[in-house]
């Protein structure tokens, strides 16, 4: 298993701001991947997070407005860029070990609201 | 398209054995059936999955059909704990596939 803790926990931000989402993983993993859940929606996969590369991004997300790190095995950051209202949403991180991971170790979120 | 169909809402009494049912009837011979579940304000939770065989852990079974065009998870004693929303999400087993999240069950265990 893995523990996931993400910061901030949660956020109010300003409309044409930006904001970094951290996520850090007790233990080397594998996979890394960025979901959205918008109110009262399920989960959307915005990309898997490769380490030192470029992150793979799901259709109708791209990197100016998500742009994505992950420097190392336990470590990923997603941006939140020139918010607007939309933005307002949970994201969470995931992790997977192996390259065909059968459980995904979700972190707690990241609440965010844009004003 | 929605590979997988679920039912929006069902309630459950407390210490009964919940029943949550799933079709996939599309589904592919590598295509696996997981179960996650989220709790509010929480990340989602891993479950269980299965191919083809009936599967059980600590926390629940699934069941899946001969044809497979259908699974059923239960929770043979569901608590009040076990409240949350239901994802039953088919994925094959190839590197790369990551899961799909629909709109899930919501399950409310009643006292």
């Known amino acids: 298993s893995a523990v996931i803790s993400q910061k901030p926990s949660r956020d109010i931000c300003q409309r044409g701001t930006s904001l970094t989402i951290q996520c850090q993983v007790d233990?080397?993993?594998?996979?890394m991947f960025w979901y959205r859940q918008q109110p009262g929606q399920s989960l959307t996969l915005i990309a898997t997070?490769?380490?030192?590369?470029?992150?793979?991004?799901e259709s109708g997300f791209v990197i100016d407005k998500f742009p994505i790190s992950r420097p190392n095995l336990t470590f990923s950051t997603l941006t939140v860029s020139n918010m607007s209202p939309e933005d307002s949403s949970i994201y969470l991180c995931s992790v997977g070990f192996g390259l065909r991971p059968n459980e995904q170790f979700f972190g707690p979120g990241t609440r965010l609201t844009v004003l | 398209d929605a590979k997988t169909t679920q039912p929006t809402s069902m309630d459950c009494a407390e210490g009964r054995a919940a029943n949550l049912p799933c079709n996939h009837s599309t589904i592919s011979g590598n295509e696996y059936v997981y179960w996650y579940r989220q709790i509010h304000s929480q990340g989602p939770q891993y479950i269980i999955h299965?191919?083809?065989n009936n599967e059980t852990n600590e926390m629940a079974s699934l069941i899946i059909t001969e044809d497979r065009k259908s699974s059923t998870l239960i929770l043979p004693h569901a608590t009040l704990r076990d409240t949350a929303v239901y994802y039953c999400?088919?994925?094959?087993?190839?590197?790369?596939?990551?899961?799909?999240f629909g709109p899930g069950t919501r399950l409310s265990v009643l006292p």
């Open positions: 999400i088919v994925r094959p087993d190839n590197y790369g596939q990551n899961f799909v």
């Open positions: 997070a490769n380490q030192g590369s470029e992150a793979t991004y």
């Open positions: 233990s080397q993993v594998t996979m």
């Open positions: 299965g191919l083809k």
